[in-house]
């Protein structure tokens, strides 16, 4: 059985250590990184600096146009502050004001097209049988300690997995559905850096900064809640000056 993953790849904790785990599990690993007109853009550096360490190819795609159709976030508008120094409950109170409408769909439609190319070609230039192909989308998403996206639930990536194969050619005319592996949707921070440490994923190349600074900012949600993740697991944050 062939397996072939493309993984979204942001630069930060969660998606590397799911790049290192699909790796370990014997997938053939691509990666993309899509800029959407983020403020954080330092993040595309770091995804590149994490595939070139892992030795995964990696697709960086300029679709900055999103950012300005979904403006009503911290992360696209510069209008709109990152909310800092919030409390766990604070941040799962509600849909946070870094929540960037539709992205995940977004994201997870662009690398479902990614993957259904590379599919098609081995099925109809390689004559490959598609009865020996697995194909999978591997997103980074975690459902226990996040800042209250909707789509980052385990219930959108069910159906969005629906909504793959029927609405494409593998799926209908081949029979291969796109999975959707999001292996760490279940895990807590702390877990999470103690499996990307036991993986040896390459924890220091990675940026979780909301914020566009030179350094991260240590107030934002993702910054707080990656701190409070290796404090737990008793492993020092070697991203940070240090570490």
Known sequence: MEKHALVLMSGGLDSTTVAAHALREGWAVRGLCIGYGQRHVREIES??????????PLQVA????????AAHSALTSADIAVPGGRSTTE?????????V????TFF???AAAALESWMLARIERDAADPASLRAAV?????AIDYSGYPDCRPEFYAAMETVLRLGSKLGSAYGVGIGIEAPIIRMSKAEIV????ALGAPLHLTWSCYEGGDAPCGACDSCLLRAAGFATAGIADPA???G
């Open 194 to 197: 103690t499996h990307a440490a």
């Open 240 to 242: 940070l000056r240090g």
């Open 91 to 99: 941040m799962a109170a509600d849909v946070p004001i870094t929540y």
């Open 108 to 110: 997870v439609t662009a």
């Open 47 to 56: 995804a590149k600096a994490v595939a070139a360490a892992l030795g995964v």
């Open 101 to 104: 409408p539709l992205r995940n």
């Open 138 to 142: 591997f997103v980074g998403a975690n």
């Open 62 to 69: 300029d679709a900055a146009f999103y950012g300005g159709l």
